[in-house]
């Protein structure tokens, strides 16, 4: 079976190895910190100090960092109730109307956090512990986030896929 080749493959193979390894950069941090933390903790009555702190921040990371990816492999939980029904042309419309709602939604976070981060950083707020400036966290999370909202607009310019009859072999 051939596959057609989709609109702006390009980005795909630029972001998603980067971003892809991003997260799983973050996500190895996470385990390695937890797995440390939870041995010093129990073995020698020591927690890692400010481990929960960088826990917190490396999930947020990790979360956000992983969207882009997720998007661009169009592989959210959907519900399939109607998709064996639905013509190719209302399949078509369903999902450029979904990717442009998901597009403006992820963009007015993007921005909102744009405009958090910078209040956190003009208030020059730090986490509790560590001191970390608590800006640079929402300035990574608010350009990952215009990273899905650029994923979703490449993904309103592709064809739909009939995930049904795909996982069914068809």
């Given at each position: 079976?051939?596959?057609?080749?989709?609109?702006l493959?390009?980005?795909?193979?630029?972001l998603t190895?980067?971003v892809?390894?991003?997260?799983?950069?973050?996500?190895?941090?996470?385990?390695?910190?937890t797995?440390v933390?939870?041995?010093?903790?129990?073995?020698?009555?020591?927690?890692?100090?400010g481990g929960?702190?960088?826990t917190?921040?490396?999930?947020a990371?990790?979360?956000?960092?992983?969207?882009?990816v997720?998007t661009?492999r169009?592989?959210?939980?959907?519900?399939d109730?109607?998709e064996?029904?639905?013509?190719?042309?209302?399949?078509?419309?369903?999902?450029?109307?979904?990717?442009?709602?998901?597009l403006l939604?992820t963009?007015?976070?993007?921005?909102?956090?744009?405009?958090?981060?910078?209040?956190?950083?003009?208030?020059?707020?730090?986490?509790?512990e560590l001191?970390?400036?608590?800006?640079?966290?929402?300035?990574?999370?608010?350009?990952?986030?215009?990273?899905t909202a650029?994923?979703?607009l490449?993904l309103?310019l592709?064809?739909p896929?009939?995930?049904?009859?795909?996982?069914?072999?068809?």
């Amino acid at each position: 079976m051939t596959s057609r080749r989709q609109p702006l493959e390009g980005f795909d193979r630029a972001l998603t190895p980067v971003v892809g390894c991003l997260a799983a950069s973050l996500l190895m941090l996470l385990m390695l910190l937890t797995c440390v933390d939870v041995a010093a903790r129990y073995f020698f009555n020591s927690p890692i100090y400010g481990g929960f702190e960088v826990t917190e921040m490396l999930l947020a990371a990790m979360i956000f960092a992983g969207l882009p990816v997720v998007t661009l492999r169009n592989e959210h939980v959907t519900v399939d109730l109607f998709e064996a029904i639905t013509p190719d042309w209302l399949l078509r419309i369903q999902h450029a109307f979904a990717c442009v709602v998901g597009l403006l939604c992820t963009g007015f976070v993007s921005y909102r956090l744009w405009i958090l981060a910078l209040d956190l950083d003009r208030k020059g707020q730090t986490t509790a512990e560590l001191e970390f400036k608590a800006s640079h966290l929402a300035y990574t999370m608010s350009i990952l986030m215009a990273l899905t909202a650029v994923a979703l607009l490449v993904l309103a310019l592709r064809r739909p896929r009939r995930e049904a009859a795909e996982a069914a072999g068809v």
